[in-house]
């Protein structure tokens, strides 16, 4: 059965710090897995979809990577800003299902 | 509590006809949205609802996407015509959405939809 994992749990940082969040998972037959925003209140933002072909995906100040052998992606967002404070999900689509992490609560301080 | 209930399960149909799927959110959340999953574009929010009233729409792909929500234990997203194109798998969430905090969303099963 598919694990997902997120660490850190939560975090706080300056703004304006380059910070990374990581998503392991435990079958790496997958199909694509994908890192999410959710605001309070709000439903889930698709940041970045990362296909089990590819390794890295961009968008703007965020990046995603992707290991398959070692069950690791990571998200790196660079020069954060308070806006970017939510909390970022990491989920892996494997054949028919679809696994999320528990988050990171991200707080990015003025 | 059951959890997310959606149904069918699975629904093949012909392009052009009418689909509605249905979701029942867990008993006492206020929060209801909506999804479509493909393997190309992964998960997509179409649509989400707070209190029954809708609040962001802006996923809906177009207007041949509406969705309903007439009370708190039952919604509804419906396409009409359906085309190939649609076919995907659509989920349901609930939570229990409070101002000021993030809630964790509980999923339905989801429903396989085919369109010919």
């Known amino acids: 059965k598919q694990e997902v994992t997120q660490i850190p749990a939560a975090l706080s940082v300056p703004e304006g710090e380059n910070l990374v969040l990581n998503c392991s998972f435990t079958d790496s037959a997958i199909y694509n897995l994908q890192w999410f925003r959710q605001d309070p209140g709000k439903g889930l933002t698709s940041l970045l979809l990362i296909q089990s072909s590819q390794r890295e995906q961009t968008s703007g100040r965020l990046n995603a990577s992707l290991d398959k052998s070692s069950g690791r992606s990571t998200l790196y967002i660079a020069a954060s800003q308070p806006g970017d404070s939510a909390t970022y999900l990491c989920a892996v689509i494997d054949n028919n299902d679809m696994r999320f992490g528990a988050g990171t609560r991200l707080t990015v301080k003025p | 509590d059951a959890g997310v209930i959606q149904s069918p399960r699975h629904e093949v149909t012909e392009m052009g006809q009418e689909v509605t799927l249905r979701c029942k959110p867990i008993s006492g959340h206020n929060s209801l949205f909506w999804y479509r999953q493909t393997m190309m574009r992964g998960l997509e929010l179409l649509i989400y609802?707070?209190?029954?009233?809708?609040?962001?729409d802006s996923g809906m792909p177009e207007d041949r996407f509406s969705a309903k929500m007439p009370n708190a234990s039952f919604s509804t997203l419906k396409i009409q015509p359906s085309e190939p194109r649609d076919s995907a798998v659509y989920f349901c969430?609930?939570?229990?959405?409070?101002?000021?905090?993030?809630?964790?969303?509980?999923f339905g099963p989801g429903t396989r939809l085919t369109v010919l």
């Open positions: 969430a609930s939570s229990d959405g409070t101002s000021g905090r993030t809630d964790t969303q509980y």
């Open positions: 609802f707070n209190n029954n009233v809708p609040i962001d």
